[in-house]
């Protein structure tokens, strides 16, 4: 049986590091932003080169926090792409705007900085990029354009922890941006967690308040906020990952060239490197015409394997009436296409062998 992910794996190797960090904050009883919360805000800023980093409860918290902070609110456009996980389109939601999905690059599955340019009308407020994949959006682009039609840039890094473009860390580069510490991420808690980090002074103050019901004094509320604290437990964990994690991500990048090196073969299309970034593979995605062949092996011999996204945010239930005159068919295309392979820093180049090997018998029968 192969994974998707092998988190057992992981912590097998940091084990006696983060269970002594757990039984430390248990017995000092500071649950609630404590010392470790602290220590890896501190951490992750520096990480990734930015002035400030906000833990919060999750992804999803991390980008409706950065859009109430950006002042994006009832009516706002917000121009983003459907061919993501539907928290990128709920946090719009949540503050009253309305998501505005355009097509993606048909190689890097990201936002297409063109179609974006095209979007553009007076409403437009801000632009929300995905790094989907681990595979940094086209930023040199996107800024360009927000500087230019003077919108707010929020990047939802929730896939992209660690990836970067020109030595700049993806989240260091728009106004504010937002991560996700679910458990199968490149920088993984053990249960919910996320982070929102900004160079502005100001946004930073705000979120502050925000995560923690609108109090910057205990029992002063300034604003309604939030209860929206990364646990620190989770901090605990958080920091003995956040230390390795160049490491994980080169474990990913290794597992990453070695299947498309040994499937370069076979009819599929292996993923893309654009060479503008730094890729740190959250998922290895490939584009298949035979995906659900190929599929029925893998499972049929426990091999780990999913489609993401099956169904892109337009064409969702929740979405498909107001979207019902959108079409976007590179999105469209991908989606019906797609296939997610397991990857981790743990996955071993025998079992990406065998994998492989799978996929070969499927696609060179007869
Ligand atoms: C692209 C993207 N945006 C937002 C989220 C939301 O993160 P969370 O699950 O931590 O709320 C996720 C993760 O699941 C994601 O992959």
Request: hydrophobic share 40%; net charge negative.
């Amino acid at each position: 049986m192969i994974p998707m992910v092998n988190l057992k794996a992981q912590y097998a190797e940091i084990k006696d590091e983060i269970e002594s960090g757990l039984a430390e904050t248990i017995e000092n009883c500071s649950f609630i932003l404590g010392p470790n919360v602290q220590a890896f805000e501190k951490e992750t800023a520096e990480y990734l080169g930015v002035k400030h980093a906000i833990a919060v409860a999750s992804g999803t918290d991390a980008l409706h926090l950065a859009l109430i902070a950006e002042g994006i609110g009832a009516g706002d456009e917000v121009i983003t792409t459907a061919f993501t996980f539907i928290a990128t389109a709920e946090a719009i939601k949540y503050v009253g705007a309305i998501p505005v999905f355009v097509d993606i690059d048909p190689k890097t599955f990201n936002i297409s900085p063109e179609a974006i340019e095209k979007a553009i009308t007076p409403k437009t407020k801000a632009v929300m990029p995905v790094h989907l994949f681990g595979q940094p959006a086209d930023m040199t682009a996107i800024k360009q354009l927000c500087d230019q039609y003077s919108l707010k840039l929020i990047e939802d890094c929730c896939q992209s922890f660690g990836a970067s473009i020109d030595g700049k860390q993806t989240g260091s580069i728009g106004h504010t941006a937002g991560f996700s510490f679910f458990p199968s991420k490149n920088l993984g808690a053990f249960g919910d967690g996320g982070l929102v980090v900004t160079n502005s002074d100001e946004t930073a103050k705000k979120l502050k308040m925000l995560h923690n019901h609108g109090s910057d004094v205990r029992y002063y509320h300034d604003v309604i906020g939030y209860n929206s604290r990364l646990d620190e437990m989770q901090a605990v964990i958080l920091r003995a990952k956040l230390k390795r994690i160049d490491q994980y991500n080169q474990g990913r990048r290794h597992v990453g060239r070695l299947y498309s090196e040994l499937m370069a073969d076979l009819p599929l299309t292996t993923p893309f490197e654009d060479g503008l970034g730094e890729h740190v593979y959250h998922q290895y995605t490939l584009l298949c015409e035979r995906r659900d062949e190929v599929m029925k092996a893998l499972q049929d011999k426990q091999i780990g394997c999913a489609v993401y996204y099956p169904v892109p945010l337009h064409r969702q239930n929740v979405f498909k009436q107001e979207y019902a005159n959108v079409s976007l068919p590179v999105t469209e295309f991908v989606a019906a296409n797609c296939m997610s392979l397991p990857i981790c820093p743990f996955l071993e180049d025998d079992s990406i062998k065998e994998i492989v090997s799978v996929i070969r018998d499927v696609l060179t029968a007869a």
